[in-house]
């Protein structure tokens, strides 16, 4: 039998003889992880409005509008550059103005505005997370009414229609789920250092048990060994022991 495998079979033996103490560490541990994971969890909400942004240059003889949806490079830099405006103080001081129920700052505003473009069309999406989805819808809307109202002051041949606003949910569901980072690392982390720790109690304990560590020990074979009795039978043999006699006279 090669040294490798004797090794392999001592740390199984030193893991099944303090498995109850590895069992407890890593429930103990899981147990700890799940209940911090679950308690830190912050649920975080979106919401979002789809607005048309519309060239009022490109109108028709009876002064119509006419929406350019193939888009192209001039539709893709426009919308780019209202990327911009909407991130500028601009907009977002006069957001803070007309809805001082909202209690956020203009810098807030510029830094949680997200904005995004559908490839190659005039619509550009708004969106907000925050913790509280009341919160998250009122704030959006706010910014797309803002947005709307002062695109014809600063470019004055351009108009935005909005398509979809923010509605309040019945039933919002997080965009975030709650992780379970936490429960893996402590489970991970309470088995390796439960079992290092087994292992290296066993190195520091001395008593001899078998014998392989008699053979060690001594360096001297074993002639003979003492099986141990179960405890059933020892129970049975004291119990004869113990029995009373009489004496009997001859």
Same mark, same amino acid.
């Given at each position: 039998?090669?040294?490798?495998e004797?090794? #392999? &079979?001592?740390?199984?033996?030193?893991?099944?003889?303090?498995?109850?103490?590895?069992?407890?560490c890593v429930?103990?541990?899981?147990?700890?992880?799940?209940?911090?994971?679950?308690?830190?969890?912050?649920p975080l909400?979106?919401?979002?409005?789809?607005?048309?942004?519309?060239?009022? %240059?490109?109108?028709?003889?009876? *002064? &119509?509008?006419?929406?350019?949806? *193939? *888009?192209?490079?001039?539709?893709?830099?426009?919308?780019?550059?209202?990327?911009?405006?909407?991130?500028?103080?601009i907009?977002?001081?006069?957001?803070?103005?007309?809805?001082?129920?909202?209690?956020?700052?203009?810098?807030?505003?510029?830094?949680?505005?997200? #904005?995004?473009?559908?490839?190659?069309?005039?619509?550009?999406?708004?969106?907000?997370?925050?913790?509280s989805?009341?919160?998250?819808?009122?704030?959006?809307?706010?910014?797309?009414?803002?947005?709307?109202?002062?695109?014809?002051?600063i470019?004055?041949?351009?108009?935005?229609?909005?398509?979809?606003?923010?509605?309040?949910?019945?039933?919002?569901?997080?965009?975030?789920?709650?992780?379970?980072?936490y429960?893996?690392?402590?489970?991970?982390?309470?088995?390796?250092? %439960?079992?290092?720790?087994?292992?290296?109690?066993?190195?520091?304990?001395?008593?001899?048990?078998?014998?392989?560590?008699?053979?060690?020990?001594?360096?001297?074979?074993?002639? %003979?060994?003492?099986?141990?009795?179960?405890?059933?039978?020892?129970?049975?043999?004291?119990?004869?022991?113990?029995?009373?006699?009489?004496?009997?006279?001859?």
């Amino acid at each position: 039998m090669r040294s490798d495998e004797i090794d #392999v &079979r001592v740390y199984f033996t030193m893991i099944k003889r303090r498995l109850w103490l590895i069992v407890v560490c890593v429930a103990s541990f899981t147990t700890l992880a799940a209940w911090y994971s679950y308690q830190n969890y912050v649920p975080l909400y979106e919401a979002h409005t789809k607005l048309i942004v519309n060239d009022a %240059s490109e109108a028709d003889p009876f *002064g &119509r509008q006419l929406m350019n949806i *193939g *888009g192209g490079g001039a539709n893709s830099g426009l919308i780019d550059t209202y990327k911009e405006v909407i991130r500028t103080p601009i907009i977002m001081d006069k957001v803070v103005q007309r809805y001082p129920n909202l209690g956020v700052s203009s810098e807030y505003l510029m830094s949680a505005v997200r #904005v995004a473009a559908l490839n190659n069309t005039q619509v550009m999406i708004f969106s907000i997370v925050d913790y509280s989805h009341e919160r998250a819808v009122s704030i959006v809307n706010a910014i797309t009414d803002v947005f709307q109202a002062e695109i014809p002051h600063i470019s004055p041949v351009n108009s935005v229609v909005v398509l979809t606003e923010a509605k309040m949910e019945s039933d919002p569901q997080p965009i975030n789920e709650k992780q379970n980072t936490y429960i893996v690392l402590g489970f991970m982390a309470s088995l390796i250092l %439960s079992v290092g720790a087994v292992i290296l109690l066993d190195s520091l304990d001395d008593t001899l048990r078998t014998e392989d560590d008699i053979r060690e020990a001594l360096g001297i074979p074993t002639l %003979s060994s003492i099986p141990k009795l179960e405890k059933r039978r020892r129970s049975k043999a004291k119990n004869v022991g113990e029995g009373s006699y009489a004496a009997v006279k001859s």
